[in-house]
């Protein structure tokens, strides 16, 4: 009988991440990629991408995360769908089961969560300024004309302390632009935005938290050596960012994935996947004063699922419990 692999997909407002795992959980793949606005293309691509690392292995099971991860679900047919708190808590522990605190920043959300003795006692997800997230990143970039995987690398060439608003992103272009006319170094400029970033996370995200050592650092803003610099020294402590710290979220729901035995997966094959002619379009629904917009997915003509609900009449599947917590969160 073929080996059998475990496989994690976590798509969320900009990027999708994917990995695969083997029965002892060591990851066999991995890929990293930014959506650019067109789920469906990027899940394939990055299937595409492992795909060497799975074939010719019977797939034991699949399971979504991330902010799409409904959406995806539906898409390749997944055998669950778990929401990021749960996915990185899991996939954080697997590797460090000692670990009190999880930093997460993302492309356009930022998330802490809180461990004690291997259990996530408490968590608190960014609002909605994405200041301390990795767009405020990206815009840095562009305003500076720099690639944004070189912030890290010149950040860490600072030599003078530069302050920078770090409360909105617009106060802090105006800060930028100021600092630039006034003669400041790029490098120095730079540093400064990495603790403006931080100072924002801390006093959002992290406003009332006690963070406690060991501190993971994860997502892809996590390759940044400004923002890990930054944190270290706002926290005072040891920073831990993991080898594969860019798909944690993804590796956690591999791991989901495996934990739970199923005789055969139903996802769908990359075959099946490359052929489906997937379309979305929404609607919204009249049965009663919330007029929920229900997006439906839908392949050759046939409805694939109906989500955005607020009740059970559009679900392709029940809500995953796990998300109860999420959700009062966010309202």
């Known amino acids: 009988m073929n080996s ?3 496989i994690g997909i976590d798509v969320g407002s900009i990027t999708c991440k994917v990995v695969v795992i083997d029965e002892k959980e060591r990851i066999l793949g991995c890929t990293y990629r930014r959506t650019r606005g067109r789920i469906v293309e990027a899940v394939k691509e990055g299937l595409r991408e492992v795909r060497d690392t799975f074939d010719g292995k019977a797939i034991g099971g699949c399971v979504t995360t991330g902010s799409a991860r409904r959406f995806v679900g539906a898409l390749v047919d997944a055998d669950g769908i778990k929401n990021e708190i749960t996915a990185h808590t899991r996939g954080a522990l697997h590797l460090y089961p000692d670990a009190r605190t999880v930093i997460e920043l993302g492309g356009e959300d930022s998330k802490i969560i809180l461990l004690r003795d291997g259990v996530p006692v408490d968590f608190a997800m ?3 300024c994405a200041a301390g997230t990795g767009a405020f990143l990206d815009q840095l970039a562009r305003r500076l004309d720099v690639p944004v995987e070189h912030l890290g690398s010149l950040a860490a060439r600072s030599t003078q302390r530069v302050a920078i608003a770090g409360r909105c992103t617009v106060f802090a272009e ?3 632009i100021f600092k630039q006319q006034t003669g400041h170094r790029i490098e120095d400029i730079i540093a400064g935005a990495c603790r403006a970033l ?5 006093n959002d995200v992290g406003k009332g938290k006690v963070i406690d050592s060991p501190i993971l650092f994860l997502g892809g803003v996590a390759a940044n050596e400004g923002i890990r610099q930054a944190f270290s020294e706002a926290l005072d402590a040891s920073i831990i960012v993991p080898e594969h710290h860019h798909v944690m979220g993804a590796f956690g729901a591999a791991v989901m994935a495996r ?3 199923r005789p055969v997966s139903s996802m769908r094959g990359i075959e099946s996947l490359e052929a489906a002619d997937f379309r979305a379009d929404s609607f919204l629904c009249p049965h009663c004063a919330n007029a929920c917009e229900i997006v439906r997915l839908t392949d050759g003509g046939q409805t694939v699922a109906c989500l955005g609900g607020r009740c059970e009449r559009w679900a392709a599947e029940a809500t995953d419990p796990s998300d109860a917590l999420l959700s009062m969160s966010m309202t």
């Open 259 to 261: 934990e739970t035995e």
């Open 174 to 176: 105006s800060d930028i």
């Open 4 to 6: 059998r692999v475990w």
């Open 198 to 202: 931080v100072r924002n996370y801390l």
């Open 126 to 128: 960014n609002t909605v």
